[in-house]
Each structure stands twice: as C-alpha cells, then as structure tokens.
C-alpha cells in the first residue's frame, strides 16, 4: 500500500526544514555507509497515532534560479498540490503575513487540497502572541501555533494532518500476486518493458528523459503467474535534479519500491554501467526488496560469443555490495528473454520470502564455526550461542554473542556466506541483527 504524501510549503526562512526534521525524527542529511544509499534526501516517513505518512520537504526559493520570488513560489505550491494528498503551509509568527504567504494561500484554496496552517516559531510556552491571531487572515482555517526547534505543537499539528489523511486501506491487491517495480536512471527502456509484458500501450515510449512522472500499475497473468508491474519515472543524479518535477518524480519511485515484492533494475546495454545505476539499484538494496539486474537493450549491442560472459563478470564486479543479484540480458524491443525475466521474478521473490529453520541454521553455524574460528582480541574470543531466523522480506537473522564487538563484519559475512552456499538465497539481500547475551549481569567473554 502507498503511503500518503505531506507536502510542507512555504517561503525561505519560516522553518520547514527544522520542521520537516523534527517531524521525521532525524536530520535531513543522513549518512549512511551501504553503498548506493542516497544520502540528502527531502523526504521522511512520520508516523503519528499508528499512521504512517510521506512527509516531503519541498525546499524554498532555489538560490540559482533566475525566475521571480512569486513565480518560484506559486510553481512550488502547484507542484505540492498536484502531488500531496495533505499540504502543510508553514509561516513565521515574527515577520508576520508577507504577500507570498497571501499568495500561495489563496492558490491552495482554489485547488480544494486539504490544507494545514502551520505558524512557525512560537518559541514560548503559554498564550499565543496577540499576533497569532493575524493568520486567521488567510482564511485556511485554525492555524496550529508552532515551534518546530523545540517540538512545541508539533503534536497538535500532526492532529489536524491526521482529520484529512486518506482512509488506510489495504493492498488492492491479492496475496498471490507478486508486485515488481521497474525501476533505473531515465531512457533505459522501462515504460517499454511494461509495454512488451502488457501487449499495449500503458506508458509514454519516448526517448526523452523524464517522459513518465509517476508510477503506473500493469496487471499480467500468465503461465508463470500472477504479477502487477510498477512502471517508474526514471531516477536522476541529485545534481541533475533542478526541477521540482523531477524531485516528485524521485519520491514516487522510490515509494514505488516501497510498494514492490521484487526490483528489476534496468541498465542500458548499449551505454554500460553507470555510477547512477549503482545508486538506483542501491534504493532497493536498502529496503530489502528481492533485485534482478536486467541488461535492456541486447539486441543493439555488437558481440561475440564471449561478450555477454565479459558483460557479466564486469557488472558481478560493478555491483560487488549485490553480488547476490542474478543478471538477466534482455530486450524489451524485440521480446528476447522476457519468459526468463519471469521465471527470474518468481524465483527471487521465493528467495526474499524463504524461512529457515532455527535447527538448520544452527547446524550450519556450528559447521562454519569449526571450520573457521570466530575472531579474538586482546585474548577475547566471539561466541555465537545461537541464530534464528526473525522475518522475511528480506531473510532477517538474530544472532546471539557474547560481544557484539568481536562480531566483526568479515566474519558476519563469512556466516552469510554459509548460509547462502546450503539455502541460496540468490536475488535477495539478508539482515542480520546482533544481540549480546550476558551471564549472571555480565558478559561472557571466556
């Protein structure tokens, strides 16, 4: 099921993104050491009340464009109409109502989008400034008195989201079918894919980046199953992104992923891999989704008969932190290995959905264990007492130790290794979580 989307709009300098950091939880600039994770996003998920919503950060006036202050805004505020189901408008009690504010408020009245008033930055507990009354001059309704540094309110604003959020209601979707989204940098060929599979014209094929803006849904069945694909709009370089279109465009991808059962990640055959395909396909390694890396476009590509060899022992390198992933060449011009493509789809989402016995895995841990001593410090030695599998979507282990610090990443690895060498596991990534066991109030380290 999609989240519902939250736009907070505003002009510079009224606080939407201490608001917008406050209200996820965590800055807006996340590091993160999983290769191809994206890190400056303007989106987060907020959760209020045991709902869960897509809060975007729509930015202010961006400082390197030419186009007037109004005109700057009133493009932003559309864009957030046109996309959120819920709009925040963010104003500062301290400068008061500029005629930007009047602007965009009479704009958001026109569109019938469910707005929320936001009067930012009042800092002080207690009655509200005499000048908090001035906003009942927009004619959005109650404002929600605001501090978005020290959380203040911050409650009772999500109150007044939360009255105009869409009914929370189930996948349409039935159990069986596997959702797959089809996701990769733009021109690689995705609305065409979905064309082939579907045998109609679902989506704009054109060879203009950026032609699909959202994500549309393709229901096929056939012999292999039942599946519903998720075309995406493509995702560009962060510094490419300067249209407020284009970040939309990312948000609804990338909850298109959220969506999914299984990412095909197309790559350009003719054009060969690209540190942006590193980053798309980092989007689904991130959430856990079962990935299929698909070559598009081999048909066009000269060759002999060790080039697609060559072909994949360089991508197996190129996505060495998704080594897991199968490759798949494939045109979805000519229909080539489409038949394969689903046999592929069907796998990996048994892989990501597969669960282990804890009896099985503990065999295998105390087999690997022998073979290879788990690691020492300073006379320390790891013990692993046990392993259980927690979840699935992706395999997710619990492993218990005795030092969380002796259970180095080598040597996790070498684990997860093991276990995909007796279970496979192939199209799908695994987590692993470690707890410490202690004894008598103390760790074990002997």
């Not at 064309?195 to 060879?207: D, L």
């Not at 990996?348 to 020492?376: C, F, H, W, Y």
Request: contains cysteine; aromatic residues 8%.
């Amino acid at each position: 099921m999609s989240k519902p989307v939250v736009a907070i709009v505003g002009r510079p300098n009224v606080g939407k993104s201490t608001l917008f950091n406050k209200l996820i939880g965590q800055r807006l600039s996340i590091v993160d050491d999983t290769p191809g994770v994206t890190r400056d996003r303007i989106y987060g998920e907020c959760e209020w009340l045991g709902r869960t919503m897509m809060l975007v950060d729509t930015g202010g006036i961006e400082p390197y464009s030419d186009d007037v202050i109004l005109s700057q805004m009133r493009r932003q505020a559309q864009l957030a109409i046109d996309s959120a189901d819920v709009i925040i408008l963010v104003t500062d009690i301290r400068s008061g109502i500029v005629a930007t504010d009047s602007e965009v408020a009479s704009m958001l009245q026109k569109s019938g989008k469910p707005v929320v008033l936001c009067v930012n930055k009042c800092d002080t507990v207690g009655e509200v400034p005499a000048d908090f009354y001035e906003f009942y001059n927009l004619g959005l309704g109650d404002p929600v008195a605001v501090s978005s540094v020290h959380g203040h309110g911050t409650g009772d604003l999500l109150d007044e989201v939360l009255k105009y959020l869409p009914d929370d209601e189930e996948d349409e979707y039935d159990d069986d079918m596997i959702k797959v989204a089809v996701i990769g940098k733009p021109n690689v060929g995705k609305s065409s894919l979905v064309n082939a599979i579907s045998g109609e014209e679902r989506a704009i094929v054109s060879n203009i980046a950026g032609t699909t803006r959202d994500s549309t849904d393709t229901v096929v069945e056939n012999e292999h199953g039942r599946f519903v694909f998720i075309d995406t709009a493509g995702l560009r370089r962060k510094s490419r992104v300067d249209d407020q279109i284009e970040k939309y465009s990312v948000i609804r991808a990338r909850m298109a992923v959220e969506r999914a059962d299984v990412c095909v990640i197309m790559i350009d055959g003719t054009e060969g891999f690209t540190e942006q395909d590193s980053k798309v396909a980092g989007i689904a390694h991130e959430q856990g989704k079962g990935c299929i890396i698909a070559v598009n476009k081999w048909d066009a590509v000269e060759k002999d008969t060790h080039t697609m060899d060559k072909t994949r022992k360089s991508l197996m390198k190129d996505f060495a932190f998704m080594s897991y992933a199968p490759i798949v060449f494939i045109s979805a011009k000519t229909g080539q290995r489409l038949d394969r493509l689903y046999e592929l789809i069907k796998f990996v989402n048994d892989q990501n959905t597969m669960r282990i016995s804890t009896g099985k895995l503990n065999e295998i841990l105390a087999a690997a264990t022998a073979r290879v001593q788990p690691p020492t410090d300073k006379g320390k030695r790891l013990k692993i007492y046990y392993m259980t599998q927690a979840s699935t979507r992706p395999p997710t282990f619990v492993c218990f130790v005795n030092s969380k610090d002796l259970f180095h990443y080598s040597y996790q690895r070498y684990i997860d290794n093991q276990i995909r060498e007796v279970f496979g596991l192939e199209g799908t990534p695994t987590r692993y979580v470690i707890r410490e066991r202690e004894k008598n109030g103390k760790k074990d380290y002997k």
